[in-house]
């Protein structure tokens, strides 16, 4: 039985090349691709986490700060006020 020659069965020399990777290149690629995921993910986290402990550093600094000027603010004034 021979296959007939059109567009969807062109000749072995008309063929073009498939492209062929070799085992070796696939899993350099593939390790590769995992490292940069997991490095990726690490590096995301470690800033996610960074700046919510930054925004809660600054929270607790400007209440500290709002505190202390409040009690500053009384012993100043509960003299003139007795």
């Known amino acids: 039985m021979t296959v007939p020659e059109n567009e969807y069965f062109p000749k072995t020399s008309e063929a073009q090349p498939r492209f062929r990777m070799s085992i ?3 899993l350099t690629l593939g ?3 995992l490292i940069f995921v997991a490095a990726a993910g690490v590096l995301g986290i470690g800033l996610w986490i960074a700046r919510e402990n930054t925004l809660s550093l ?5 209440e500290l700060t709002v505190d202390l000027l409040d009690q500053r603010l009384r012993d100043h ?3 003139m006020v007795e």
Request: net charge neutral.
């Open 77 to 79: 004034i509960n003299p």
């Open 24 to 26: 070796a290149t696939a």
């Open 31 to 33: 390790f590769e691709f």
């Open 58 to 62: 600054i929270r607790d600094r400007s």
